[in-house]
């Protein structure tokens, strides 16, 4: 047993024998190897662990939920030939039970279709005009939902012209009513609506057989209008309800 110039006992130094060095260069190669691989192939997909893949929800068809007094409401319905569209449903009315469950704000109608099935029929229960109605709406996918955007888009008709400022439109009650509409206060000269005799001020209620509760709901309706082709416009003036031929233009 070896001592110490001190006088203690030293430990003996253990070698590392050469089947030890031949495997530590090996794990120090395959290191190498995968770090070399991972620069030269930055597009590797990296896989994550333990972050399960969000499963696709249901779309409803309009253009964001916001929450109101008795339910939750929307801007406009979007795209056309959405779901809420083929319901009948349009922006400003307020949705209070969906598929026989109330739903109150904005985050439980979200959760609602995180839970409901694409392509299930659903019961909905709306408010328009303080009057309650019933619907059936069938939801769709993401895609289909981003198809029904596209084909708009690209559709060779073009996209309809009416003449308004949008900046310079107001929802407004209706004296006497529980209804809605928008009234245009910039009738734009020499253009479709200016043309027809519709006037500043002029509340519009229904716009080729639609009723029209929001703004964006006739922004958007004057969009997927057909150029050229006439469509009936009713609008309140004065206490007056009139009912005004258009024939539309073209973006």
Do not use: C
Not at 13 to 42: C, D, E, N, Q, Y
Not at 71 to 96: C, H, M, Q, R, Y
């Amino acid at each position: 047993m070896a001592v110490s110039p001190g006088g203690k006992l030293g430990k003996r130094r253990r070698r590392m024998s050469g089947m030890t060095w031949m495997f530590l260069g090996l794990l120090i190669f395959f290191i190498a190897a995968a770090v070399f691989t991972a620069i030269k192939s930055p597009n590797m997909p990296i896989v994550r662990i333990g972050r399960p893949a969000t499963p696709p929800r249901s779309y409803f068809g309009v253009d964001g939920f916001e929450t109101t007094d008795g339910g939750i409401t929307f801007a406009n319905v979007e795209p056309p030939g959405s779901p809420a569209d083929k319901a009948g449903l349009v922006g400003g009315d307020i949705i209070t039970t969906a598929d026989g469950q109330p739903v109150h704000s904005r985050d439980e109608m979200m959760a609602l279709l995180r839970r409901t099935p694409i392509g299930k029929t659903i019961d909905i229960v709306y408010i328009r005009d303080g009057e309650t109605k019933n619907t059936k709406l069938t939801t769709t996918s993401e895609e289909g939902s981003d198809r029904l955007s596209k084909e708009f888009a690209s559709r060779s008709d073009g996209r309809g012209r009416f003449g308004f400022d949008d900046d310079n439109t107001e929802r407004v009650p209706i004296p006497g009513t529980k209804m809605f509409g928008v009234r245009l206060d910039d009738v734009s000269p020499s253009l479709p609506a200016d043309m027809a005799g519709i006037k500043n001020g002029d509340i519009v209620i229904e716009f080729d057989g639609v009723p029209i509760r929001t703004v964006e709901e006739l922004t958007s309706r004057v969009r997927r209008a057909t150029p050229y082709e006439p469509v009936d416009v009713v609008v309140m003036r004065g206490g007056e309800r009139l009912e005004i031929p258009v024939k539309m233009g073209r973006q």
